[in-house]
C-alpha cells in the first residue's frame, strides 16, 4: 500500500488488451465504492517487479496463485461478463481490508 492506497496490478500477457478493459473495470468499481488506488497495468511476465508492493493482482491469464504474497484474482468475467458479480465482490472485499 502506498500513501494509504491499495496498489493494484492488472494484467495480461501483452499488457495491452484485455488488462485495458479490466483496468477500466476495475477504477470504475473503486470509485463507486470510493476506495482511493493506484493500479499498474502490465504483462504477467513484469508482475514479479512489482510483487514487493503490490496489495492484489487482477489477471486474465492462467497464473500459479502460489507464486505471489498477494491474492490474485482471475478477471476473465470481465470479458465474458459470466459470474461478473462475483468477481467484482472478490475485489471488493480485497481492496477493503
Given at each position: 500500500?502506498?500513501?494509504?492506497k491499495k496498489l493494484?496490478?492488472?494484467?495480461c500477457g501483452t499488457?495491452?488488451?484485455?488488462?485495458?478493459v479490466v483496468n477500466d473495470?476495475?477504477?470504475k468499481l473503486a470509485k463507486k465504492n470510493n476506495i482511493q488506488?493506484?493500479?499498474i497495468q502490465c504483462k504477467i511476465m513484469?508482475?514479479?517487479?512489482y510483487s514487493d508492493g503490490a496489495d492484489l493482482?487482477?489477471?486474465t491469464t492462467v497464473v500459479d496463485k502460489s507464486k505471489y504474497k498477494?491474492?490474485?484474482i482471475s478477471a476473465r468475467a470481465f470479458l465474458t461478463g459470466i459470474g461478473l458479480e462475483k468477481v467484482e465482490n472478490e475485489i471488493l472485499v480485497e481492496l477493503q481490508r
Open positions: 500500500m502506498k500513501n494509504g493494484v496490478l492488472v494484467a499488457g495491452i488488451a484485455t488488462s485495458t473495470a476495475v477504477t488506488l493506484e493500479i513484469e508482475v514479479p517487479g493482482l487482477v489477471t498477494f491474492p490474485v
